[in-house]
């Protein structure tokens, strides 16, 4: 395997921290098992107690087949997987967002930054990672270098970002930040899922939504698409 440049090949298109870690790890959990085909497929199974998980595995390794040119990746596809069970990730509206960001003349500057930086992400749907690679700032539009070394440009609140501080704190601190704002049940991904949620049921084009987050595909951004039991239960109320 040539993972060494295949991870090089991930931080010269702006993949995350972690997604690299991520990457790293699997890729050198089955390295000398890659030689076989099959033997790559009996440890690949090995995981089929956790559906998530043997599905990051799959995804990884078909990355890694991909960027090499491996022929053998149609025989490596061919494997049966086990389903993900349909689980509704938290998210929250933007009336929550708004109650809980809310700047208050009495609070410290620290905690006025933190609410300020969370309704930017909200706003933008940005990825956190992304907050380090805004190129440009214009009153409609910020022009961002995203995922794959790609630069898109985004919507924004002027209001709020006029009042954004340079950004100098770890993804760590961020996920600290957003679980004292918004709860701990909540992630730096949470709001960018909350966004696109907030969006498309507010009927935002599924394209400009799509743009907006920076996905391929359009089937990306309706998986953001994260309705409770309850909220389905009223669209189809409403409908029928």
Not at 85 to 105: G, H, Q, S
Not at 161 to 167: A, C, D, N
Not at 202 to 219: F, R, Y
Request: positive net charge.
């Amino acid at each position: 395997m040539k993972e060494k440049e295949f991870i090089n090949y991930l931080k010269r298109n702006n993949y995350s921290k972690n997604t690299i870690i991520t990457y790293t790890n699997i890729l050198k959990k089955y390295k000398q098992y890659y030689g076989n085909i099959a033997s790559l497929k009996k440890e690949l199974r090995l995981h089929y107690h956790s559906p998530n998980t043997v599905w990051t595995h799959y995804n990884v390794l078909c990355s890694y087949m991909k960027w090499s040119k491996d022929k053998r990746i149609d025989t490596f596809k061919n494997i049966k997987l086990p389903k993900i069970p349909k689980v509704y990730m938290e998210v929250f509206t933007k009336k929550y967002l708004m109650k809980k960001t809310e700047v208050k003349e009495e609070e410290n500057v620290s905690l006025t930054e933190k609410k300020l930086l969370i309704r930017f992400l909200f706003e933008t749907g940005i990825r956190a990672s992304e907050l380090y690679q805004i190129i440009e700032i214009n009153k409609k539009t910020i022009r961002i270098l995203g995922k794959g070394n790609k630069i898109r440009e985004v919507f924004h609140n002027w209001e709020t970002t006029k009042q954004l501080r340079p950004f100098d704190y770890t993804t760590k601190t961020l996920r600290l930040w957003v679980k004292e704002v918004l709860g701990d049940q909540f992630t730096p991904h949470s709001i960018r899922r909350s966004s696109a949620t907030h969006l498309l049921l507010n009927g935002a084009n599924p394209k400009m939504v799509m743009l907006q987050l920076g996905h391929e595909k359009i089937e990306t951004t309706f998986r953001y698409l994260n309705l409770s039991l309850e909220d389905n239960w009223k669209i189809y109320n409403k409908a029928m």
